[in-house]
């Protein structure tokens, strides 16, 4: 019988052609049945220690993207995007066993003296400031002594405000409506809600309508769909779901305080590309200066929201360039190659709400 354990050169090839073929069989499923399938190997490999015999690749690192971590979900529609308690301690395990966790800055310092970082090179990121950052996230990483980032949409934070894409998941899966129609010139305007699929589909379609127009029109086409819904039945689904609510100043600063690096992800959470030159320079040095007044200097660190190349351009590089921030992140799902990598669009990995999804992508971004 092979002792794999001993033999990790052969223990990496056995897992290098798993996971070629778990992923060439994925990609012709739907997207949710790939998923699952990438899922069941990444728990496989988690279960058998199989990135502990990643290679050590010069010059690569990863940035994780979380978001949203929560200690249970108590409605799997709702909160099918947040990642559970559980599985984000199995996920922390196997960096903790198998790759290095290092701060941004670090990487950053890399990039910049175009150097190696050190093998298999983690950085974690937290968008949009959810108070679950501080009351969940910050005690598990906190224990294993792993840096983490914290970037705060800083208008969001000051008014406690809920951010409109969570909003959208509990209007169309738990409001009072099972139709919806929109007077929208463009995309599917009418949508029924009866079913699960039903509301998903009109999720994304709504979602991805709304997410990178001017901030006017998106101001309009979203007043629209609150305006179906009493501010009565907005309140009270709200408070059904606490762990969509963001922090407040005073625990951005118990944040700050406990050597977190707390940065700016914005002012009031728009895709900054589609807006006027004017309007970017507000949301980033708006934010900026918010933050500076509630929590005091913090880094010099930026994630842009919604980080997808439309929410990208030359104007919001240059300003942020010229405002002193040292980095930028995006959310092109890429690792970072420490010798050529832009340091205005650094691309991150989306941590999926699921340890083995995460565990199969770094697995295959790390394998070559």
């Known amino acids: 019988m092979l002792d794999l354990a001993n033999a990790p050169e052969l223990r990496r090839k056995v897992f290098a052609a798993l996971s070629w073929r778990v992923e060439a069989r994925a990609t012709g499923m739907s997207p949710r049945r790939g998923q699952s399938i990438r899922r069941g190997c990444g728990r496989f490999m988690e279960w058998a220690g199989a990135h502990r015999s990643l290679p050590n690749i010069p010059y690569r ?11 249970h979900r108590r409605d799997p529609e709702i909160e099918e995007e947040a990642l559970e308690l559980p599985q984000f301690r199995r996920l922390l395990r196997v960096l903790r066993d198998a790759f290095q966790v290092i701060s941004l800055a670090e990487l950053v310092a890399a990039i910049r003296e175009r ?55 509990l209007l169309i899966h738990r409001g009072s409506l099972r139709h919806l129609r929109l007077p929208w010139s463009d995309g599917p305007t009418e949508f029924d809600l009866h079913t699960v699929q ?97 929590i005091g200097e913090h880094s010099r660190h930026f994630s842009y929201p919604y980080g997808r190349q439309a929410s990208i351009s030359q104007d919001t590089r ?5 405002l002193g921030y040292h980095c930028a992140l995006t959310l092109e799902q890429s690792t970072v190659d420490t010798r050529t990598q832009n340091l205005m669009e650094l691309p991150r990995l989306i941590a999926p709400p699921s340890a083995g999804r995460t565990l199969f992508n770094l697995w295959q971004r790390f394998i070559r």
């Open 318 to 322: 240059i300003i942020l360039t010229a």
């Open 61 to 71: 690192a990863a940035i994780l993207c979380f978001h949203n971590v929560i200690a």
């Open 115 to 169: 150097r190696s970082p050190p093998p298999r090179s983690i950085v974690i990121s937290f968008d949009d400031g959810y108070a679950t950052n501080h009351t969940v996230v910050a005690e598990e990483l906190a224990a294993l002594g792993m840096p983490w980032s914290a970037f705060l949409p800083a208008q969001i934070i000051e008014t406690g405000a809920r951010q409109w894409t969570d909003d959208l998941y």
């Open 198 to 294: 039903q509301r998903r589909e009109a999720l994304h379609a709504i979602r991805e309508s709304c997410r990178y127009l001017p901030e006017g029109l998106r101001r309009i086409r979203l007043d629209g769909i609150y305006g179906l819904y009493s501010q009565d039945e907005i309140d009270a689904l709200r408070a059904r779901y606490p762990a969509f609510a963001p922090m407040t100043w005073e625990q951005a600063r118990e944040l700050k305080a406990a050597g977190v690096d707390v940065g700016s992800h914005g002012l009031t959470h728009v895709a900054l590309a589609p807006q006027t030159p004017q309007a970017i320079r507000h949301e980033i040095t708006g934010a900026r200066d918010l933050i500076q007044a509630r």
